[in-house]
């Protein structure tokens, strides 16, 4: 058989795409493959970190080497009095519908701040301000989180000028308050009151981890590509043998 024969236009055409379906499915599945590890690692260091003691929250000499492979999730400490002038509401979905994050100020002995996120109050006692303020001296134990800089895909950005606040951007929100000795972490209260607000402990600590049947599911598409191609391939040569 001529190789132009045998190389008609419409074997050729379903070579690339089954050379472009291949690779992309492999792509994929290998991908998958990667963010499993990633997770299952995530899953492990945050149970690790959720079983530990508390330790004190970091201090400044602390801040610049903070990572969230090292330090995120980590249960902390902390001691100081609440600026409850300087609270900041911060929109989210929550379990009771729309509401708001309280993060307040904590200032703590040697004049650092921290921004901790108390909890969540629904919507319409949030902006009444309808929820508990602490005042004087005071303790508290939670997870250390780092600041939320970048927004998702269809997230709204902050405003700071008109302090509406939608992602928990903790140099944005200590630099329009001003302070120049801010950690560039928050702490997300554990829950002190289960009938009170704001409500803490609404850490979401349970990941969800389908990576392993994604990866499952490109790879065996990635198979189906190849026996479909084979099986084109064989009628081909049938018809043109």
Known sequence: MPPARFFSA???VATLIAAIGLAGFTSLGIWQVKRLSWKLDL???????LAADPVPAPGPDAWPTITAEKDEYARVTLTGRFLNDDEVLIYTPSDFGPGYWVLTPLQRADGTIVMVNRGVVPQERALAGDFTRITGETSLTGLLRLSEDQGWLFSRDNDPEG??????DIGSITEAKGYTQAAPYFVDQDMTDPRGWPRGGKTVVSFRNSHLSYALTWFTLAAVMVIGYILVLRLHVRRNG
Not at 163 to 168: D, I, K
């Open 10 to 12: 419409k074997l050729i």
């Open 43 to 49: 899953i492990e260091r945050v149970d690790t970190r």
């Open 163 to 168: 302090g509406n606040w939608y992602r928990r």
